[in-house]
Structures are given as structure tokens and as C-alpha cells.
């Protein structure tokens, strides 16, 4: 079979015409034919680590490697050992109902080794007294130390056996149980691997042009591929990680700028020539002069308003960097130029928040604004769907809401969308379809979940970003403290003469309902506690969370923000934007449930007054050490980026808040944006300059290039991010 389809994609490929577009390449074969694979197993690579062909199985890149010429002493393996081999014999074999319990021992100490399936055709194998090579990852249970499902090997013959003579590194790659129980070890992907090469590296086409090898002093793609999977030694092994790591970094800023430029090429964006008087009126009466960061980024914006090309902006801004008044200055360029703007927040709390402050700001102009939420009445909806077409608002600000299909506009020239992350990237084209002339209206993302350099380039690689890296003066730091349950009492202490100060406290929880696996401090069982400990009278609480209707919701938040309620219990829902300056206290419960940036963004609630601030960390009894070093990172430091590349650092991209709902646009094979940062940010310049001399990647070296770039990976996901953002 195998001999066959080689045969005919050998013929296939010796038709030199020109005029044929298709041809069957070796690295095209489907996976089903590689040896050893056969449809079954071919289905369970497709399913469980996407690979369809002979060319996806060698881009599948170890993420580990083991030296398979050691074998380990028992009495040597750490319980946090990684892989390890052992040669040992088989003292006994016990049946259990669900398992199978084998002992092994080497002379030097005793190990169980574990089945829970095939059962049947281990014990066979496995009879006392006979030795094997046995390798896997021990794990403790119940204080034992075990392996589960090792995989067995016959034994060395006695001059191999020892400790690190011979060098055998093989890499272990990414798995699952199904692929596990299909025969699919370790042992047998190496063994794949290996064939899967063999047939490709042949006839494998580079994918970066000779020049670009040249230039960053790269191996060839050959080279990288065997050394990635099978390195000749460690030298060899970071020449392919590098030449590899670059390549997906380059190939994806490549992609990424050239859309900017050809988005920017082809757009045509309102322009915005004015600054008309309900700017001026408004920046003129402003309670405080805005800080140099504030007035940069207008200037930023502007020129972006005036370039006659669509804008597409981030703006980052830590919280109470004061991102809510360079919405509102902007939004009035729009109005003044003759056009409406949107303002969309991802919460309804937060809408209205803006709603009533935006008003204020706006009372000494002649804007007229609404706001449309969820929880708009149809008549509402209807009154502002006709003041929309008809111009009679110039300022709309709302949630989702905002982007129904029903909510047409007279003529949108701005739309800015707050905490972005809360939108997805559908969402946003939407929003820009709104546009009924036919031209896309500018557009202004805000955010306040700092994104590390590397990450925004990559998440926003298409976007021009601006950052307010100033806080308003007379902001005081916020005193971070972290505290046990033995200092409780001490803490409702601190909240009570807080409390006699005037100030308000906020006590927030990670769950609202007491759940089993967890001892966590939920918000029902707290808010009793906390009842007990601040009776009515004289304290008042207000609860929040995200089982409430909203009219109770409403109720409680508005009776904390007026200042009726000196305490607000509530889960999460209270962490964007929440401006409520007479807030000192931020208490966070099971502060080691929360990711970084998260608790940053909940410190970020308080300290937007005049008073001395604090923030504390509650925690659980049994906290582990990444928890307990997020903890200890918090009240060290007060700035969202350090917090933020700390936090990439410790969970990767893939978890990072933010990152999570709207999603990295790609996922990275090699590369890691924690730990690769400065071989992005080359590989950004250099995809830069080669742009510059070839926007196009028209010309005959870069063509790899461009063809590189058709493949589904570096189309963000399938989706078409240009339009989008
Ligand atoms: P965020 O960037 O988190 O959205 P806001 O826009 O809500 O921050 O601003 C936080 C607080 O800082 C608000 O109370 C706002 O009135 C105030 N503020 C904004 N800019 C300045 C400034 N230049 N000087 C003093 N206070 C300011
Ligand atoms: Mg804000």
C-alpha cells in the first residue's frame, strides 16, 4: 500500500507542466499510510492532536526530552521526577477488582507499577522473576510512589546496563488516554516520528527564502526537523529550536503586518478634520488637567482621525488611568465633525456608571446621549432606535446591546469599545458593520488588563496601540497585606475603623455556591459571616452577584455607590471599572483562587480618592506554592505590566485572563510568547523590513513566503481578523 501510493505521487510529481496547480507532495500523504498507522489510529491523531498528514506529524514538536540510554536507580527517582527508566525485576503481581498492582524491584529498591486496562495480557507478560526495561513518570498516590501503564521493553544485556553511558535522546510529545489506550506510547510515536522523516525530509521544501537564512543565520528546515525530533547533541537541538521558534514567529508577524498594510492601503476612513466646539467646551471646563499620557494618546488619536484611513486603536491603560475621558474627548471629535459615536462597556453596571459620569462631562456641550442595556424596555429601545437614525443622539452608550441588528445609526464615526476583552472578536464585526454609508467607522479599543509587549504583538499585531503609562496625580499607592484565618478578627477590626473613617469596604469572592471539591470561602457562607460580625445597625452591606435579577443587582450596587451601604459583598462581577472613589478597603477571599491580573484588577477598585488605601489578600489553609508566589508578587508590586508578564510567565498565554474569552488568534507550536519575547520582537523587525522592499511578497524569493502565509495557521484561526479589528 505504502509502496504504491509512493509510486504514484512520484509520478504525479514528475509531471513538470507548468499548467498543473495540484500535486501531491509526501508531506500531503494522508497519515493513514504512514506504517504503523492504518485508519484507526489515523482517526485518533486527527482527533486528538489535529495531524492529518505525514508533514503535520514531524511539525509536532517534542515538548520534553529523556535520554533513553539511562537507567535510573530506584532508590533514585524523586517523587517529582519527570521520565525515567528503570531496569528491574518482577517480584509480584496482585489483582486487584479495577487493577492490576506489579512489584519491581532493582536491587537497590522497590517500585509498583500499575494497569488499569489490558490487564490480561500484562499478566501474562509480566511473570515473577523475569526482568524488564520498564519506562514512565512516577506519580504518588495515597504516599506511594508508583508508575502507571510504564511502557515495557526487554532488558539491556549486562555491559549496557548503567547509569548514563549511553546518549539516546528522543523527544516525548504531547498525548492523551485515547491515544495511550490506542498503542500509541511514547515509544511508538518516536517510532512514527522516525518513518514519518524518513520519507518527508527528502523532498521537503524550505519555507523561508535563502535569504532570510542567510541573514539570521538560520540551519535549513532539514537540519531543524531531524535535530527537533532526534538532536545529534545539545548544540544541534537549539540550532532547529531556534531556526523553528523563528520561523512560526516570523511567518506570523509577517501575516499579521501585512494585513495592517494592506488594510491600510485599501481603507478609507472618515475624516475627521475639526475639533469642533463641544470638544473644546467639554476639555475646557474639565475638573483636572489631564496628565501628559492622556493628552499624548488624543494627539495619537487625532492624527488617526484626520489620516483619511480607518482607525484601529488599542488603547492600554492601567485602571484609573483615566481611559473613560479620552472616550469621551474623542467621541466629541466625531460629533463635532458631524457624526455619532459609540460607547460599549461589557457589563451593565459599568454602561450606566459611564452613562451618568459621560453626562456630566458632557453637560457643558451641546451632545445629546442615551444609553441602551439589556434591560432597556421596548418602547426605550424604540424611542432611541428612531433618535439614532434620525441623529438626534450623538452619544450612544450601552452594552452588547449596542450591536443587535436592529440598532442601525444615522451615521457612525466612532465606535469605542471599553474592557475589550469582555467582546468577542465576532461581536466586533458587527459593530462594524453598523456603518451605513459603506465606510467603517474608526475604531477604539480600551483596555485595562495590561497585555505584555509580546503578547499584545501578537493578539493585536495588526492594531496600532497606545498606552496612558501615567497614573492622575495625587493617586496613593495601595497598601497590599495578606493575611490567614487566624488574623480574621483582626481584619473585621481594621474594617470597622475603616468603617468609622467613613470609608466603604469591598469583600470579594471567587464562588457563589459551596462546592464540593473545594473548602474555598463562598460568597453565601461569607456573607453570613460577615452579617455576624458588622450587625445591623449600624452597618449596612449591599450583596452583588451573578445569580441576582438585575433589578437587585441595581439596587445593591446603587445603594454602595451613593454610599448607603458601608460593606459590598460580591462575587467577581464588580471588577471592571467600578468607580466608587469612597472605597478604601478591597478584602479578596481566597485570594489564591484568582490569577494575577485579576487581582490586580480588583486592587485597581480602590485607591481612586483621596484616602490611604489598602488591599487584602485572604487565604485559604492550604495554598500552593504558584499561588503563594501570585500572592506574594501582588504586594510587592502595583504596576498591571510587571504584574501581567509575571503572570504570562507563570501560566502561559493560553490562560492568560483576556486571552482567554477572546482567544489567542493562533495557537504557537514552538514558540512561547513567555519565554521567547526577544526572539519576537527580532522577528517582528525583520518581517517589518521585508515588507518594506516587498508588500506584497510578489517577488520571486519571497514566494515561500506568501505561500507560507495561505496555510490555515497564520489565517488567525480561519477568521478574516482584518475586518474585524
Ligand atoms: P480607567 O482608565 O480605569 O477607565 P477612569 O477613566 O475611570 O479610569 O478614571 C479613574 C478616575 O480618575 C476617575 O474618577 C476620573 O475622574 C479620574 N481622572 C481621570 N483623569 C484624571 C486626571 N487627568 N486627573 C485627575 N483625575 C483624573
Ligand atoms: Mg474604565
New binding site residues.
Given amino acids: 500500500m505504502d509502496f504504491l501510493l509512493s509510486l504514484f505521487q512520484q509520478q504525479i510529481s514528475n509531471i513538470k507542466s507548468p499548467a498543473v496547480i495540484m500535486y501531491v507532495n509526501i508531506s500531503e500523504s494522508d497519515i493513514q499510510f504512514l506504517p504503523g498507522v492504518g485508519p484507526k489510529r489515523a482517526l485518533l491523531l486527527r482527533n486528538e492532536l489535529n495531524i492529518n498528514t505525514f508533514g503535520d506529524l514531524v511539525r509536532l514538536y517534542p515538548f520534553r526530552y529523556v535520554d533513553r540510554g539511562s537507567i535510573r536507580k530506584i532508590s533514585d527517582i524523586q517523587y517529582e521526577s519527570s521520565f525515567v527508566q528503570i531496569q528491574a525485576e518482577v517480584e509480584s503481581v496482585k489483582r486487584e477488582p479495577k487493577r492490576l498492582s506489579v512489584t519491581v524491584s532493582d536491587g537497590s529498591g522497590e517500585l509498583e507499577l500499575v494497569f488499569f486496562r489490558g490487564i490480561k495480557y500484562i499478566t501474562d507478560e509480566l511473570k515473577p522473576g523475569s526482568t524488564f526495561l520498564f519506562f514512565g513518570k512516577p506519580t504518588v498516590f495515597n504516599g506511594r510512589m508508583n508508575i502507571v501503564h510504564p511502557e515495557i521493553d526487554s532488558p539491556r544485556s549486562g555491559q549496557d546496563h548503567g547509569q548514563g553511558e549511553k546518549v539516546m535522546v528522543t523527544g516525548i510529545y504531547q498525548s492523551s488516554e485515547k491515544l495511550k489506550n490506542a498503542g500509541i506510547t511514547a515509544k511508538v510515536m518516536n517510532k512514527m516520528m522516525e518513518s514519518a522523516l524518513k520519507r518527508v525530509l527528502p523532498e521537503i521544501r524550505e519555507t523561508l527564502p535563502s535569504y532570510v537564512i542567510k541573514e539570521k543565520g538560520l540551519v535549513p528546515l532539514r537540519y531543524a526537523l531531524e535535530n527537533i525530533h532526534f538532536p545529534k547533541d545539545e548544540i544541534s537541538l537549539a540550532k532547529a529550536s531556534y531556526r523553528l521558534k523563528f520561523e512560526e514567529l516570523f511567518l506570523l508577524q509577517l501575516s499579521l503586518l501585512k494585513q495592517k498594510y494592506i488594510r491600510s492601503r485599501n481603507s478609507v476612513g472618515i475624516m475627521m478634520k475639526k475639533v469642533g466646539t463641544d470638544f473644546n467646551a467639554c476639555y475646557n471646563s474639565l475638573p ?4 501628559g499620557a ?1 493628552k499624548r494618546v488624543i494627539k495619537e488619536i487625532r492624527k488617526d482621525l484626520t489620516s483619511g484611513h480607518q482607525m484601529n486603536r488599542l488603547l492600554q ?1 492601567d ?7 479620552v472616550a469621551v474627548l474623542s467621541s466629541l471629535i466625531a460629533v463635532g465633525n458631524g457624526y455619532q459615536a459609540a460607547i460599549m462597556a461589557p457589563t451593565e453596571v459599568l454602561a450606566k456608571q459611564h452613562f451618568r459620569n459621560i453626562s456630566d462631562y458632557l453637560k457643558p456641550t451641546k451632545a445629546k446621549t442615551a444609553i441602551l442595556t439589556g434591560s432597556s424596555t421596548a418602547a426605550e429601545r424604540r424611542k432611541i432606535s428612531e433618535d439614532l437614525q434620525n441623529g438626534d443622539i450623538d452619544i450612544i452608550i450601552g452594552t452588547h446591546a449596542l450591536i443587535e441588528d436592529n440598532v442601525i445609526f444615522k451615521n457612525i464615526g466612532l465606535a469605542v469599545i471599553d474592557e475589550q476583552h469582555r467582546f468577542g472578536v465576532d461581536q466586533r464585526a458587527r459593530l462594524w458593520e453598523k456603518s451605513k454609508g459603506g465606510i467603517a467607522p474608526h475604531i477604539l479599543v480600551m483596555t ?1 488588563t495590561p497585555i505584555p509587549r509580546t503578547l499584545a504583538m501578537t493578539l493585536y499585531g495588526d492594531l496600532d496601540v497606545s498606552a496612558i503609562d501615567e497614573m ?2 495625587g493617586r496613593k499607592p495601595v497598601e497590599t497585606i495578606q493575611a490567614g484565618e487566624k488574623q480574621r478578627d483582626a481584619m473585621y477590626g481594621f474594617l470597622k475603623r475603616q468603617i468609622a473613617l467613613g470609608r466603604q469596604v469591598f469583600i470579594v469572592y471567587p464562588l457563589i455556591f459551596e462546592s464540593e471539591k473545594t473548602d474555598y470561602q463562598n460568597l453565601e457562607k461569607g456573607y453570613e459571616d460577615v452579617v455576624r460580625a458588622f450587625p445591623f445597625p449600624p452597618y449596612k452591606i449591599a450583596i452583588v452577584h451573578g445569580q441576582q435579577n438585575n433589578k437587585d443587582k441595581e439596587f445593591n450596587m446603587d445603594a454602595f455607590v451613593a454610599g448607603r451601604a458601608n460593606i459590598l459583598v460580591s462575587t467577581t462581577v464588580i471588577e471592571v ?1 467600578v ?1 466608587v ?1 469612597n472605597a478604601s478597603v478591597m478584602v479578596i477571599e481566597s485570594a489564591e483562587r484568582f490569577g494575577l491580573s485579576q487581582l490586580h484588577q480588583l486592587r ?1 477598585r480602590v485607591g ?1 480618592g483621596s484616602d490611604k488605601s489598602y488591599c487584602v489578600l485572604m487565604k485559604g489553609q492550604k495554598i500552593g506554592n504558584e499561588s503563594q508566589k501570585r500572592i506574594d508578587m501582588m504586594c510587592r508590586t502595583e504596576n498591571g505590566f510587571e504584574l501581567a508578564e509575571e503572570d504570562l510567565k507563570m501560566r502561559g498565554p493560553g490562560d492568560l485572563e483576556g486571552t482567554q474569552q477572546s482567544g489567542l488568534p493562533i495557537t504557537l507550536d514552538i514558540a512561547s510568547l513567555a519565554k521567547d519575547g526577544n526572539i519576537l520582537n527580532d522577528a517582528r523587525a525583520y518581517a517589518q523590513s521585508v515588507l518594506d522592499k516587498d508588500p506584497d511578497l510578489s517577488s520571486e524569493e519571497d514566494r515561500p513566503l506568501a505561500a507560507e502565509l495561505r496555510k490555515n495557521k497564520y489565517k488567525l484561526g480561519g477568521k478574516d481578523y482584518s475586518k474585524i479589528s
Fill in positions: 483636572y488637567t489631564l496628565t492622556q491603560g485602571v484609573g488611568s483615566g481611559k473613560t475621558m485595562a492622575p496625580p471599572g468607580d472613589p485597581g481612586r
